[in-house]
């Protein structure tokens, strides 16, 4: 097991109906809050309405952002910036899922910062201070309330670009979940939500350090939830029970408890980030693609692991005369699961073409500047090699 260091402020406040009580949460944060939300269900539910009585009740004025989008745009981040001063404001409160609070994040950086907030994706910038950044959340997803993590994606360039930071510094400060407000998600969110959540273990599951049973069981017991509610979730949308497991899993799955003490991989996430900046696929369903397409890719490389993520979260009988049969089994298992709650396994599911996978791979590695994960290095080659896997 690595050192670590394990660094968690965010205050979480869980359970049925505390989402009405946001204006007396922020009370003591923000006197002037701007609101950030999506495309229209949070109105059309009514939960801003309701955000916004209970800050008026509290006395805390507010100015509304919404729009923002899946894969959240460089373009209203920027805007966002630009009503933060304009108006004032000293914290931001982001009423979504993971898209809406990258995107409060980067504001939140932006604003206290003299430069163009894309600086700290393209590299070289590190953020050293935000405004305060609060969350109600409403979808069991990114695990972006409680993590030091967000992705924006630039909307400006003639070729889209899609890149992540991670500094605790963009932690939030408050992260309120009701898991109620999940139960009139679309089917496919949930879905694409879920395994989101999955593959925040997995990207931690698979490492090279020895020595983390204690983490390994932890993630297997996630990973355990998920494989368990997701499935009665989809069934039985209001079912209390199994959307509250799936929010507490999403926030489990990346606040870094399950990072401590080793080195996850993250390569899969990096090359589904590709197909998401040019084709707008949802996050979870462009996992769905890759990640298994990873794990056959360079299960050989250490069948020990993989058998055991076979026996232990797909309760696969082992073979011990034969632990690679064992392994891809396991991985069989996985995709069987993808596909009964809905989500694509090829490309070509998802409409989206073989014709930019080889500029997709290039982008993955920097041009191959570098190789991607640290379970296996790939290289742009092994990449694209990964993606025509999947075609």
Request: proline fraction near 5%; include cysteine.
């Amino acid at each position: 097991m690595k050192n670590f260091t394990y660094y968690q402020p965010t205050r979480i406040v869980f359970g049925r109906g505390e989402s009405e009580k946001i204006g007396g949460y922020l009370s003591s944060i923000s006197r002037r809050v701007l609101v950030v939300y999506g495309q229209g269900s949070a109105v059309k539910s009514g939960l801003i309405e309701r955000a916004k009585k209970s800050l008026e009740a509290e006395g805390i004025e507010y100015v509304l952002l919404g729009g923002v989008q899946p894969n959240p745009r460089l373009t209203l981040v920027r805007r966002g910036i630009e009503l933060v001063r304009e108006h004032g404001i000293d914290a931001i409160l982001a009423v979504g899922g993971g898209s809406v609070i990258d995107t409060a994040k980067s504001i939140g950086v932006g604003v206290k910062y003299d430069g163009d907030v894309w600086d700290f994706y393209a590299g070289g910038v590190v953020p050293q201070e935000t405004l305060p950044v609060a969350v109600v959340l409403t979808i069991a997803a990114a695990g972006s309330e409680c993590s030091n993590s967000n992705v924006i994606t630039n909307d400006t360039l003639p070729s889209p670009e899609k890149r992540g930071i991670n500094y605790d510094v963009t932690r939030p400060v408050l992260a309120v979940m009701d898991p109620e407000l999940t139960y009139t998600l679309p089917a496919y969110q949930t879905a694409a939500g879920g395994y989101d959540i999955m593959a925040h273990v997995m990207e931690r599951y698979f490492t090279r350090e020895e020595g983390v049973d204690f983490t390994d069981r932890m993630c297997e017991a996630t990973l355990k939830t998920v494989i368990r509610a997701l499935p009665i979730a989809l069934s039985t949308p209001d079912d209390y029970d199994a959307r509250s497991q799936l929010m507490w899993a999403s926030t489990i799955a990346h606040n870094d408890l399950l990072s401590t003490g080793r080195v996850g991989d993250w390569a899969s996430h990096r090359m589904a980030h590709q197909p998401s900046a040019l084709y707008d696929i949802t996050h979870g369903a462009a996992l769905s693609i890759i990640f298994p397409a990873w794990m056959r890719y360079v299960y050989k490389s250490d069948v020990n692991r993989f058998a055991q993520f076979a026996v232990r979260v797909w309760e696969v009988e082992p073979d011990f005369n034969d632990l690679e049969k064992t392994a891809l089994a396991g991985i069989e298992r996985m995709e069987d699961f993808i596909r009964k709650i809905g989500l694509p396994l090829t490309f070509t599911e998802a409409g989206i073409p073989y014709s930019r996978f080889e500029e997709m791979a290039r982008r993955a590695t920097g041009g191959d500047t570098f190789k991607l994960g640290t379970f296996v290095p790939l290289t742009s080659a092994d990449i694209l090699e990964i993606y025509h896997s999947v075609i």
